[in-house]
């Protein structure tokens, strides 16, 4: 079992930043890529970035590319999520996912493919 808890969102105004940070336990972390998705309300998760097990490798969806960074401390058994620009659009609750066993360069972006999942932060970005 992975247990996986994010920290770091909140209420920022358009054009503002965030770093969210997903802490796990449970299993060597190193042994898996990690991958950030959001949900907004009334919508389907989405992927937003995700990062291999050694963090050589990233992918980013469209929407994020050039704003956010996904990268990992192994030493401390986190990921983060550096959110720079924020829009209003990027509103949503956002959830840090373990893929378990996945020791290659193969990034996945749907939610089904991922393993362990966080509790979710909240982002509100205002206009």
């Known amino acids: 079992q992975v247990q996986l808890v994010e920290s770091g969102g909140g209420s920022v105004q358009s054009g503002g930043s965030l770093r969210l940070s997903c802490t796990a336990s449970?299993?060597?972390?190193?042994?898996?890529?990690m991958g950030w998705f959001r949900q907004a309300p009334g919508k389907e998760r989405e992927f937003v970035a995700a990062?291999?097990?050694?963090?050589?490798?990233?992918y980013y969806a469209d929407s994020v590319k050039g704003r956010f960074t996904i990268s990992r401390d192994n030493a401390k058994n986190t990921v983060y999520l550096q959110m720079n620009s924020l829009k209003p659009e990027d509103t949503a609750d956002y959830y840090c996912?373990?893929?378990?066993?996945?020791?290659?360069?193969?990034?996945?972006?749907?939610?089904?493919?991922?393993?362990?999942w966080g509790q979710g932060t909240q982002v509100t970005v205002s206009s």
């Open positions: 996912a373990a893929d378990w066993g996945n020791m290659g360069s193969y990034l996945r972006n749907v939610p089904a493919e991922y393993d362990y």
């Open positions: 449970g299993r060597t972390f190193s042994r898996y890529a």
């Open positions: 990062i291999s097990w050694r963090g050589s490798s990233t």
